[in-house]
């Protein structure tokens, strides 16, 4: 397996990312009372926002860089708003290195969103979940 290349997420990168995200959202607990139809359209813009203003990293093999297998989108708070790994590439310590690369090696941090995956998070540090961050403008 070739080394895993951590590195700034480019243009050609955001179709990816906005597809894999909003895919995921639909199906976290906040979702889950609204139609397909209405989260997408109103979350969407969201979305947009974050990747517009938010800082986003990727992860990749170093000898295949655009062959993205994860992300995060993040803030100085440290504030995280979205961590994704692709299921065939979870439990390899992806998401840790990304979330070390992102805001440094055991900082306690925020997160906007509470996916099922999040009490992973709770493992190794102090995580605290603020969604009023994105009605305030904080992204």
Known sequence: MSAILIREAEASDVP???DSWLKRAVNFRDSRMASDHAWF???RPVVERLLQTAN???AAYAD???QIFGYIVFEQGPVIH???VKKLMQNM???SKLIEDAIGIDKDFTITHFT???PKLYRKRRVTYNPILL???HA
């Open 82 to 84: 979205w961590l994704f």
């Open 16 to 18: 990816f990312i906005m």
């Open 93 to 95: 310590g992806i998401g």
């Open 116 to 118: 099922d995956d999040v």
């Open 41 to 43: 359209v109103h979350y």
């Open 135 to 137: 009605m305030k403008g």
């Open 56 to 58: 986003c990293k990727v």
């Open 64 to 66: 295949m860089p655009h």
